[in-house]
């Protein structure tokens, strides 16, 4: 069945530090791709999306391209604040579960001043 | 536009006691769902709604039960509350198709049973 796979954390960085999170799916057909953000306490929200092969999307700096032949979707940013410490949540949605996202199990930034 | 609401935030319960979780929404979705949240292993799909009048079980929908009388509402009930229920829940609506649409969610639910 479908799947998501993220590194696991915590990840810790410094203030300015360049981020990469990894991600890799296994999905049939061709899945729509997203990155959710969870800040401390609150519910999820989307960070970006991608929805065919070789789409980038990119939000608050953050970026994402959407590698089909390495079924990849890792999340990068140049420059992290402390204001970046949450965790991020890759998931998918497929053609044959049109009503469902698969989240991987997030991965805990935490970012030093 | 309060978005996505859940109440109540926090609560206990006993083994075997029953409660409902309640989810609202102000934008006139008609996809909501439920998922739990556990450590280590994301959200996991707990029941979703197409549209009022419609549900169907997600990945993990044993122990829980759904309705959708109304486009706005779509509350989880426990039946029996088991400890390892004890979790954190979150309600989530899109306007169309999940494939494509932003999910919205709501604040979360935690809860423990004891």
């Known amino acids: 069945g479908d799947s998501v796979t993220q590194m696991e954390g915590p990840v810790t960085l410094s203030e300015e530090a360049f981020l990469t999170i990894n991600c890799t799916y296994t999905a049939t057909g061709y899945p729509s791709l997203f990155w959710y953000v969870q800040y401390p306490g609150e519910g999820l929200q989307l960070l970006l999306k991608?929805?065919?092969?070789?789409d980038k999307g990119s939000n608050k700096g953050f970026e994402a391209t959407y590698r089909k032949e390495t079924t990849s979707f890792h999340l990068e940013k140049g420059s992290v604040q402390v204001s970046d410490s949450a965790v991020y949540f890759c998931a998918l949605s497929d053609r044959s579960s049109a009503s469902k996202i698969i989240f991987g199990s997030g991965t805990r930034l935490s970012i030093r001043p | 536009n309060a978005g996505v609401t859940q109440t109540p935030k926090f609560q206990v319960l006993k083994t075997g006691q029953s409660m409902t979780l309640q989810c609202a929404q102000d934008?006139?979705?008609?996809?909501m769902s439920w998922y739990r949240q556990d450590p280590g292993m994301g959200l996991r799909l707990i029941h979703y709604s197409v549209g009022a009048g419609i549900t169907d079980q997600g990945e993990v929908p044993n122990g829980y039960n759904v309705s959708r009388s109304t486009t706005e509402d779509f509350p989880l009930r426990l039946l029996s509350a088991a400890p390892s229920q004890t979790s954190v829940y979150f309600c989530a609506s899109s306007a169309g198709q999940v494939r494509t649409d932003t999910q919205y969610f709501g604040p979360g639910t935690r809860l423990t049973v004891l």
């Open positions: 991608a929805t065919k092969a070789d």
């Open positions: 934008m006139n979705h008609e996809y």
